[in-house]
Structures are given as C-alpha cells and as structure tokens.
C-alpha cells in the first residue's frame, strides 16, 4: 500500500470571536501521497488557508485526526509540532514573509539555525539553494533591493533549505505577474520532479493546470477531488 504524507480525518476547524463560532472547516478527510502535485482551489473565504495552516503545523484543528508522515499531530503538543514542522514541512506565503533586515543568504539560513546548525554548514547550505532557484549572485541582497519574483525565489530556497519532503505553498504566485508567475511555476516543477510533494493553493486555472490533482473546497468542504485531464494528456503526448 501507498504511504500517505497527509492523512486527514474529518477536520474540523473553527474561529472564535467571543462567543460567537464560525465554523471554517466542516469534515475534510484526504489522503495525499507521497510524490503528489496537488492544487487547491475553490472561491475567496472557502477555507483553503485555513486548511493550509493547518497541513503546515502552523495552527491546529478543533477536531479530527491528522497524520503527517506518520506522526499523529493532532495531538501533539506546540514544541514537538515544531520540530515536526521544522523537519517535514517548507511553507511558502503569497506575501514572501522574509525578515527585512536579513541578507537573502541570512533569510534562507533561518530555518537551519533552528536546525541547530553551524555557521558555516549553514551559509554553504543557503548559498546552495539560493544556486538552485537561480539566485546565486543575489546571495547579499537584502528583500527591498529584490523584485516580487526574486522575494517569492528567496522564500522558496528557505523552504526547501533543511530538505523537507513535503512543500506547501499558499498562493505562492498571487503576488506576481504572468511572466514571473510562470517562472515560479517552473521552480515548483523542478521540486516536484526532484521527488517532493507538492501542495499548492491557487485561484487560477492556469496555474492549477501545473497540478496533476486539483481539490476544491467550498464552504468548508470538499466539493471536488480529481485527476488533472489537462496535464495527464500532456505528460502522455
Ligand atoms: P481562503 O484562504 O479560502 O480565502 P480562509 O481560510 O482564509 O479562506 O478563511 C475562511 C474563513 O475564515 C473566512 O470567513 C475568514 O474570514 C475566516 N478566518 C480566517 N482566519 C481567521 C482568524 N484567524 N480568525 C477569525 N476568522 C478567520
Ligand atoms: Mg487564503
């Protein structure tokens, strides 16, 4: 049997604001496996980020079961998800969120001084993919001295830099212009052709057509899960 790297079981995900809930996520369950190019679609307010945080460790669900790799974190607690994060996960954001004040070679480091990893072994490791996203003479650039495309290639080198299998991105090109956001595109081909998994919020169709399994989500739940038509002709052509 295949191994799942992400194995939902009816999430459920609410926001409180006072006394008032708002139920977001209303019983997703999934499996993605290993290798997968997903995309993640469906309208504004949908819940896709929602999902997202939660697929990434960054926030946890009101209820339901998620496996990540094996590890059941649903009910892990904050310090041992972040080590499963810091090991398992890259997350890329449509705004970038670098550090302003770093370097793109300090920037790409980040994640590896948590990894408790020397100085040195650190910067060889930036500048190396830093080299992979095509960014190599940019190593002393700091982010406003860098175009959107050129932030967006900095984020994804720190998100591949402690070599995770799993690669989220959350609309990683809604920042971007069609030429650039094709660029990104092509990076985030060269990952997935590289044996990551891939999963990757977008609206665009254009986009998503990268993707060989499109889900969408619609008010919580998922409307749709299936092959991506499109790219299996093309891959079979
Ligand atoms: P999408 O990414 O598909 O646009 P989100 O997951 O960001 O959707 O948001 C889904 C719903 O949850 C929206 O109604 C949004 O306003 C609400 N929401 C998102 N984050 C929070 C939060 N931190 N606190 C309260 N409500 C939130
Ligand atoms: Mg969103």
């Known amino acids: 049997m295949q191994k799942s790297v992400i194995h939902l079981e009816d999430i459920r995900k609410s926001y409180f604001l006072g006394k008032n809930e708002l139920p ?7 499996d993605i496996f290993k290798n997968e190019y997903v995309a993640l679609m469906g309208p504004s307010g949908s819940g896709k980020s929602t999902l997202m945080n939660i697929l ?13 790799s094996g590890h059941d974190v649903s009910t892990m ?3 041992d998800l972040a080590g499963v994060r ?13 550090m302003p004040r770093l370097t793109a070679l300090e920037n790409v480091a980040v994640p590896l001084i948590y990894a408790g990893i020397g100085k040195k072994e650190r910067e060889e490791k930036a500048r190396l993919m830093l080299e992979r996203v095509g960014l190599g003479d940019r190593y002393k650039h700091k982010p406003n001295e860098l175009s959107g495309g050129q932030c967006q290639r900095v984020a994804i080198a720190r998100a591949l830099v402690n070599d995770p299998s799993l690669i989220l991105a959350d609309e990683p090109t ?19 052709a590289s044996g990551n998994t891939v999963v990757l919020v977008t609206h665009e169709e254009d986009i998503a057509d990268h993707a060989r399994r499109i889900i969408r989500l619609r008010d919580g739940v998922i409307e749709s899960d299936r092959v991506n038509e499109k790219k299996e002709a093309l891959l079979k052509s």
């Not at 977001?24 to 999934?30: E, F, I, P, Q, T």
């Not at 971007?176 to 060269?190: A, R, V």
């Open 56 to 68: 990434g460790c960054l926030d946890s669900p009101t209820d339901g079961k998620y496996i990540l």
């Open 174 to 192: 809604g920042n971007l212009d069609t030429k650039t956001s094709i660029e990104i595109m092509d990076i985030f081909g060269s990952i997935h």
């Open 24 to 30: 977001v996520l209303k019983g997703v369950s999934l």
């Open 77 to 79: 607690e904050d310090n």
């Open 86 to 98: 810091g090991k398992e996960i890259g997350f890329v954001f449509q705004q970038f969120n670098l």
